[in-house]
């Protein structure tokens, strides 16, 4: 990694409060600001992500009615689709259901008007072609096979070094010392971000991917104001990168390509942010998954150490049971029959992957982890189509090794502490893991 310190030395940017610190404090002085989920099929509530009370509810829909309407809810009316084959044909048709910021961008909360004026949330992801297609161009080549084997040694030798780590006898948290330490670090090697300011990637990270956030003027300025630090810092890196010549990082090859046009500040800090959440919070919550559900389901590690050529397949079995991403939303272009339900033109459009990679016509026991799966495959947790995730590569090697490396260094976390959900309609995961290793 390139010694890039002294770029950062002097930029000023906060590591606190934490984003759950903040909301925690904000709800605690206005009570009143809290939302109220009281329609059956409203799964917009984020208490109901964090107790995995929604997956009941998704089960009914899913037998009940896969495709359906809920209206008058704190995210407006808004459209639950709940299987993967619903969710495979509606993002088969980019053209009908847009995921453009003007048409309405990509999660289930809608902009403010300030937002909106500002560019706040133009990212490619929320864009539509041609625009989308030209930026993913300029990112894809970071993502490649070849980019992957590259990038494998570093990859490994930080998961030894991470894992080689790890207290023996004593309580910690799995989230904290393995699934961020091995996400942020990896962040920061394909961006070439100094090291020594990793941990400010996780904390910008945090920020993003909150909905809540963004739900109140208050913390929607605090997370204006953490954005613009975020965006100093990255624009100062990518100003060095474009009076150097051409590198492998992400930043550079951002910088070098033909496809990636010149962008406004707003629009920078948005897609800097998107790419921040995309590397950290997916394979980060994966990661935490993989300890909390190998100690669940001890049969299937047993498995692993037993075939490890089974280890592919048990990565992408550990993304559907996980799902990170718990949702994306597109918007209807133009009228639209689905599954017998009329979706009329302007219509916001959920695609629930938390509930699709639970689809019992798809997935055989879809509650249960299964590491031989023969169809884990299928899962929709990144995606379908012209805007599956560009980064799943990276994702599935980092997981891939991590697994490798937990048998061969006979890594068995045991949790015997908390586990906490994050409370959060959009990433799906955890924020403690309270695991112990035996002894060696």
Not at 385 to 393: D, E, I, L, N, S
Request: charge should be negative.
């Amino acid at each position: 990694m390139t010694d890039q310190a002294d770029v950062l030395a002097d930029t000023d940017y906060r590591l606190s409060p934490s984003a759950q610190e903040a909301l925690d404090k904000y709800l605690g002085d206005h009570p009143e600001a809290q939302t109220v989920h009281d329609q059956p099929w409203d799964v917009s509530d984020p208490k109901k992500f964090g107790d995995e009370s929604v997956h009941e509810i998704f089960k009914e829909m899913r037998a009940q009615q896969p495709v359906n309407k809920v209206t008058g809810t704190p995210q407006g009316d808004y459209w639950n689709i709940t299987t993967v084959k619903n969710i495979q044909h509606v993002e088969a048709l980019p053209k009908i259901f847009a995921s453009g910021y003007e048409a309405g961008g990509m999660v289930i909360q809608d902009s403010t008007e300030e937002a909106k004026r500002e560019g706040r949330g133009k990212t490619f992801i929320a864009m539509d072609a041609p625009e989308h297609t030209k930026r993913r161009r300029a990112v894809a080549p970071a993502f490649t096979p070849a980019e992957m084997v590259r990038l494998s040694g570093r990859v490994r030798e930080r998961t030894i070094e991470v894992l080689e780590s790890l207290p023996r006898g004593e309580q910690f948290n799995w989230v904290e010392k393995v699934s961020i330490e091995l996400t942020t670090g990896m962040l920061a090697i394909i961006f070439d971000f100094p090291w020594e300011h990793r941990h400010a990637l996780t904390y910008w990270s945090d920020w993003q991917s909150d909905l809540r956030l963004g739900a109140t003027k208050e913390l929607e300025d605090l997370r204006k104001e953490i954005t613009g630090e975020m965006g100093m810092c990255m624009y100062k890196l990518w100003q060095q990168r474009l009076n150097a010549p051409p590198a492998p990082d992400l930043l550079s090859r951002l910088i070098h390509s033909e496809e990636m046009p010149e962008m406004d500040p707003m629009e920078f800090s948005a897609n800097m942010s998107l790419l921040i959440v995309g590397a950290v919070d997916t394979t980060r919550n994966t990661m935490s998954g993989i300890a909390e559900g190998f100690h669940r389901f001890p049969k299937e590690r047993a498995k692993l150490e037993a075939d490890p050529s089974l280890i592919p397949n048990a990565v992408q079995e550990c993304i559907r049971f996980v799902t990170p991403v718990a949702h994306m939303r597109r918007t209807a272009q133009e009228d639209y029959e689905l599954d017998g339900q009329t979706i009329k033109k302007g219509d916001k459009v959920i695609l629930w992957y938390k509930s699709a990679n639970r689809d019992e016509t798809v997935f055989d026991d879809p509650y249960a982890l299964k590491v031989d799966r023969e169809n884990a495959r299928r899962h929709v947790a990144f995606g379908y189509g012209v805007h599956r995730c560009v980064g799943a590569r990276l994702a599935e090697l980092q997981l891939r090794t991590l697994i490798e490396e937990m048998i061969r260094l006979d890594i068995r976390p045991r949790v015997t502490g908390k586990v906490e959900r994050l409370e959060n309609v959009f990433i799906n995961g955890f924020s403690k893991v309270e695991v112990t290793l035996d002894p060696a």
